[in-house]
């Protein structure tokens, strides 16, 4: 870092920003690699096992090129948080991944593995159709992690905060609610359009099918609060 004076202003302003930037690094990597260890455990598993495959190579890719960047760039923008200067000074010799946060990995990890599994089994059950299966499965991840996202962001902390009346207003955060809008629509598009279906093994889902992909959401409210307990941010 060059400082090009030596006012102490310009000191504070240079730290605050690298704790910012430290600190949506931190989210980033908490938000997008429990998405990848859910869908290597899944995979590594069946494959083990010999069953049907819950999400395929190509699917996995949509998830990580198209998914993940409309929902971590927002996240890894955020403006710095109310705070962030009354926090202690970070051990200079401690790694970006600590036990913390691998504890809060492995755990979402566990969560979003029986997600996916779990959704997909039940859908091949009850259609007989592994494409809508795995298309359940997905979408059922998704939402998901839209809850797992609001709970680090500055918004989901703040509307939490306001419901349980501990601040009076709610951050304004337009770019992560356009990021969670446009990943909905390309998620829709992924199910819904022909082409996506043809490309990626889809399949069109009716609207009790798509109804019963957010049910995910509810379990996922008290598993980010754990994380939060093993990794506060």
């Not at 970006?96 to 059950?125: C, D, P, Q, Y």
């Not at 598009?189 to 992909?213: E, H, K, W, Y």
Request: net charge positive.
């Amino acid at each position: 870092m060059l400082l090009t004076d030596d006012n102490f202003a310009s000191i504070a302003s240079a730290v605050e920003e690298g704790r910012t930037v430290y600190q949506n690094l931190r989210k980033a990597i908490a938000f997008l690699l429990p998405v990848n260890g859910g869908e290597s455990m899944t995979i590594l598993i069946s494959a083990l096992l010999a069953r049907d495959l819950p999400i395929l190579s190509l699917q996995v890719l949509w998830l990580n090129m198209i998914n993940s960047l409309t929902m971590t760039v927002p996240l890894a923008f955020e403006p710095k948080s109310v705070g962030v200067m009354q926090q202690p000074p970070r051990n200079p010799t401690e790694p970006l991944i600590t036990g913390k946060l691998l504890r809060r990995i492995l755990a979402v990890s566990l969560f979003n593995w029986v997600l996916i599994f779990g959704m997909f089994e039940w859908a091949k059950l009850a259609t007989g159709d592994l494409a809508v299966a795995r298309t359940m499965a997905i979408q059922s991840l998704v939402a998901a992690r839209i809850v797992y996202l609001l709970s680090m962001s500055q918004l989901g902390m703040s509307l939490f905060g306001y419901l349980t009346r501990r601040t009076t207003s709610i951050t304004n955060a337009p770019i992560l609610i356009v990021g969670i809008l446009v990943a909905v629509g390309l998620q829709v598009v992924f199910s819904q359009l022909p082409l996506m279906n043809m490309l990626f093994d889809t399949a069109p889902l009716t609207l009790r099918q798509g109804l019963i992909c957010l049910i995910p959401m509810i379990p996922m409210v008290p598993w980010a609060i754990l994380s939060h307990v093993i990794d506060p941010p």
